[in-house]
């Protein structure tokens, strides 16, 4: 059972970069097949999908955020996070990890983590 827990600072101040980490158990990142995403949800808002690195190191993202979004990976810490600069409050928002195992079509989810933009 693949496990998910997102860290990172809870208050972040505008025009800083948000800097988040997603730490897995129970499989491994490089898994073939599987897709590793962010995935935030403003107050009173729905999900967004903001971009996802998959099981070979490959990244894409949302086109409304990519000029701002980076995700990336550490394989040795089985890790990956993101980072989202030039903040404003409209970032504020809860933001999970997700993984997707594209074979078999399982979904995993972290807990989700407040992040708060401060302007």
């Known amino acids: 059972q693949v496990q998910l827990q997102e860290s990172g600072p809870g208050l972040v101040k505008s025009s800083q970069t948000l800097s988040l980490t997603c730490t897995v158990s129970?499989?491994?990142?490089?898994?073939?097949?599987?897709?590793w995403s962010w995935i935030r949800q403003p107050p009173g808002k729905g999900l967004e999908w903001m971009g996802v690195?998959?099981?070979?190191?490959?990244?894409f993202y949302s086109p409304s955020l990519e000029s701002r979004t980076s995700i990336s990976r550490d394989t040795s810490r089985n890790q990956f996070s993101l980072q989202l600069s030039s903040v404003t409050p409209e970032d504020t928002a809860v933001y999970f990890c997700?993984?997707?195992?594209?074979?078999?079509?399982?979904?995993?989810w972290g807990r989700g983590t407040q992040v708060t933009v401060s302007s």
């Open positions: 129970g499989g491994s990142i490089t898994t073939s097949y599987y897709a």
């Open positions: 997700n993984a997707i195992d594209t074979a078999w079509g399982h979904d995993y």
């Open positions: 690195i998959d099981y070979d190191g490959r990244s």
